[in-house]
C-alpha cells in the first residue's frame, strides 16, 4: 500500500509563523523596490543619453551658425552670388543639418518605454499566492 506523502509537521507558534510572514512580506517588497530602482535607473540613464543628443544638435546648429556661416556667407559672395542669397544658402544648410540632429534625439526619446516590465513581471506573477 502506498503511503500519502504528509508535509513535515511544523510546530511552529502561530505568533512565529506570523512573525515569518512579515518578515518574508518585508524582504519581498524590498527586493520589487530594489528591482524597480535599478530598472527605472536604466531607463533614466537612456533617457539622458538621448537628451544628450538633443542638446548636442542644439549646440552644434548654434555654432554652424555662428562660425561657418560668416565663412561660407564669405566665400559664396566673393564667388559672385549676392549677399543674401550666400547667407540664406548657408543658414538653410547648418539649420537643416541641427534640425536633423534634433529630430534624430527625439525619435530616440519616443522609443523608449519607461514602464518597469520586470518589476509588473514579479508582481503578476506573485498575484496567485497574495491572493491564497
Known sequence: MIEQMRPPRDDRSLGELFADLTRELTSLVRQEAALAKTEMSEKVASVGKDVGFMAAGGAIAYAG??????????????AGLTW??????????????????VWKGVQALRGIDLVPHQTLEALTEERP???A
Open 84 to 101: 543674401w542669397a550666400s547667407a540664406l544658402l548657408v543658414g538653410i544648410v547648418v539649420g537643416g543639418v541641427g534640425a536633423f540632429l
Open 65 to 78: 551658425l555662428l562660425a561657418i556661416c560668416a565663412s561660407l556667407i564669405l566665400i559664396l559672395g566673393q
Open 129 to 131: 499566492w497574495r491572493d
